[in-house]
């Protein structure tokens, strides 16, 4: 299976702040990539899918990039609502796989 | 709009059975994959199996292969998924998601599965 590995696993960082959150894959995945967010209690929130579409309704101070086996989530202007956790997740191969998370936490 | 509501979770014993549905609303199920995704308590999210629209092509993940079966009744506009051999790591908040082109866009609240002496 393709191993999903994102950094870091949790930080700290401030209303305003631009943040990126990093995914690589263990292998090629071109850009079958989709980010989700999850706040505590509730189910994944699907941000981004095709390495950098923007799903319907997600502000556009959220973007990602990258291909092949290297990916950035970047937030520009993180506001309160932002504190969540993130989730990576292939779906290149059909054993789709998701990274381990980040947390964004409040400083 | 879409909705997708899970229920059957529950408290069962280590090697017992239990089948989970997912009942969908507000866009034509029989068009779409569907997915069932589980987090253990305070972990991550693990992808678990996926069916076609058809239900002619499924896939598990290695952890549940073989005890594991998913399926759909796209009259009913429904997805199960029939548990066997539950095991203490089976122990999880399982989700249903609509699979668009292989990225989850829609989710349900969940249902706790816990297996538990």
């Known amino acids: 299976a393709i191993r999903m590995t994102q950094s870091p696993s949790s930080f700290s960082a401030s209303t305003g702040d631009r943040v990126t959150i990093t995914c690589r894959a263990s292998?090629?995945?071109?850009?079958?990539l989709a980010w989700y967010q999850q706040k505590p209690g509730k189910a994944p929130k699907l941000l981004i899918y095709?390495?950098?579409t923007l799903q319907s309704g997600v502000p556009s101070r959220f973007s990602g990039s990258g291909s092949g086996t290297d990916f950035t989530l970047t937030i520009s202007c993180l506001q309160s609502e932002d504190f969540a956790t993130y989730y990576c997740?292939?779906?290149?191969?059909?054993?789709?796989?998701f990274g381990q998370g980040t947390k964004v936490e409040i400083k | 709009q879409v909705q997708l509501v899970e229920s059957g979770g529950g408290l069962v014993k280590p090697g017992g059975s239990l089948r989970l549905s997912c009942a969908a609303s507000?866009?034509?199920?029989?068009?779409?994959?569907m997915s069932w995704i589980r987090q253990a308590p305070g972990k991550g999210l693990e992808w678990v199996s996926y069916?076609?629209?058809?239900?002619?092509?499924?896939y598990y993940a290695d952890s549940v292969k073989g005890r594991f079966t998913i399926s759909r009744d796209n009259a009913k506009n429904s997805l199960y998924l029939q548990m066997n051999s539950l095991r203490a790591e089976d122990t999880a908040v399982y989700y249903c998601?609509?699979?668009?082109?292989?990225?989850?866009?829609?989710w349900g609240q969940g249902t706790l599965v816990t297996v538990s002496s």
């Open positions: 998601a609509r699979a668009s082109r292989g990225y989850s866009d829609y």
């Open positions: 095709a390495a950098s």
């Open positions: 292998q090629g995945i071109s850009s079958y």
């Open positions: 069916i076609s629209s058809s239900g002619s092509t499924i």
């Open positions: 997740q292939q779906y290149y191969s059909y054993l789709r796989t």
């Open positions: 507000g866009f034509t199920f029989s068009d779409y994959y």
